[in-house]
């Protein structure tokens, strides 16, 4: 996804940042990075200047991929009103991109395969929007025609953003 969000970066002069990593998780390989892509775009849509960050953290048996950017950020009571087919903030930045459907097709997506979407925002700073996946226990074993891979290191994500250096 960094090569071909590469050119989105670079033509609105913001920095895209991409953190690898090494996990291995069990779902639907299209179907996540279809959700990963959405919320990729999405941040790319709503920031104007700064940055946009995908990464990974480990958290309590799950793998959490997130999208971190420097954009317009959401208010609070709107957080789940923006997964409703076609709804839109009331704000500029977002109206004049039509028809909202991507975060209705992540969450759907997400309740499909049974990985938890979450939102966290701050209007005027950003936003994170998270796809929480459970991790394989180590008695499940790794079969190549069920598995997706996400490359993650959990340490790597959370230095980048306490940092701040993404």
Known sequence: MRDEFAYHAQAKGLLL???PCSLTIHSDPR???GMIRNL???AFKY???GKVLLGCRRRKG???IEVWDTGIGIPEDQHEAIFDEYHQVDNAARSESGPRLGLSIVLRLGVLLDHRVRVRSWPGKGSVFSIDIALPSAE????AGIGSVARCMGETISSVIQGRSW
Request: net charge positive; charged share 15%.
């Open 140 to 143: 499940m074993p790794v079969s």
């Open 47 to 49: 920031t104007q200047r």
């Open 31 to 33: 179907l996540v990075e």
């Open 40 to 42: 990729v775009s999405n």
């Open 62 to 64: 799950m793998l959490s």
């Open 17 to 19: 940042r991409v953190v």
